[in-house]
Nanobody, 118 residues
Framework: QVQLVESGGGLVQPGGSLRLSCAAS????????MRWYRQAPVKERELVAT????????TYSDSVKGRFTISRDNAKNTVYLQMNNLKLEDTAVYYC???????????WGQGTQVTVSS
């Protein structure tokens, strides 16, 4: 079955950086559009970044544009989120999402906690 496993979260000071990884298995990775979402306490889940299965420019929420970079390595079945200049408001659980562009099915990882604190 499809599995998405996130890693790389942790505690970082404001202005710091983290790199999240999401390793996918049980799917034909290059067929999937990959996204990172995040959810802070008492807030709705928010789409952060998208990288498409067919290439093209990734897209970002306004809140992270210019600070976060999403990338993928199809040979490793992995998507990354490089997060720079982290802010207190970036604190959230970050989730990886895979969307099958053939069927529209969505799959989720278990999430990884990112805490930005001084």
């Amino acid at each position: 079955q499809v599995q998405l496993v996130e890693s790389g979260g942790g505690l970082v000071q404001p202005g710091g950086s983290l790199r999240l990884s999401c390793a996918a298995s049980g799917l034909t990775f290059e067929r999937y559009t990959m996204r990172w979402y995040r959810q802070a306490p008492v807030k709705e889940r928010e789409l952060v970044a998208t990288i498409f299965s067919r290439g093209g420019n990734p897209t970002y929420s306004d809140s992270v544009k210019g600070r976060f970079t999403i990338s993928r390595d199809n040979a490793k079945n992995t998507v990354y989120l490089q997060m720079n200049n982290l802010k207190l408001e970036d604190t959230a659980v970050y989730y990886c999402n895979a969307e099958d562009r053939w069927t529209g099915d969505h799959f989720w990882g278990q999430g990884t906690q990112v805490t930005v604190s001084s």
